[in-house]
């Protein structure tokens, strides 16, 4: 297994890529309502939560203030699963297959992950 090691930078910043992209497009879908069904007030919670993913998301994909953008989606993700799928119920709620909060979850986790390891390889603010 050690030959897939050499390319543990690449397969990060692949990830770092792909996932700012999906992000980012589920807040071009808030945002603009574009391939969905609900385009939530201006000025509204979830509208907020469109602005957030549509910027971090766009961010961390070009790898631009990449720490402080995935630490926001990780943070916003976080709310998103307590608030919007847990809705701290008590009992198997709390489990992200019952409550369908895993793409929040895994999402949390994924920019906390990427906001602790940084941009990477191929990112714009290189130092």
């Not at 019952?98 to 895994?106: D, F, V």
Request: glycine residues 10%.
């Amino acid at each position: 297994m050690n030959q897939f090691a050499k390319y543990t930078d690449q397969a990060y910043a692949l990830m770092r890529i792909i996932a700012g992209f999906m992000f980012s497009f589920h807040g071009v879908q808030k945002i603009f309502g574009i391939l969905s069904d609900f385009q939530p007030a201006v000025g509204s919670q979830l509208w907020f939560a469109g602005l957030i993913e549509l910027s971090c998301g766009l961010l961390v994909m070009v790898g631009f203030q990449t720490r402080l953008a995935a630490f926001l989606a990780s943070g916003e993700m976080a709310v998103a699963y307590f608030q919007m799928h847990w809705k701290f119920q008590l009992g198997p709620k709390f489990f992200p297959t019952i409550n369908k909060g895993e793409l929040a979850a895994l999402y949390c986790f994924v920019f906390l992950f990427i906001a602790c390891r940084g941009g990477g390889i191929w990112r714009l603010d290189k130092k």
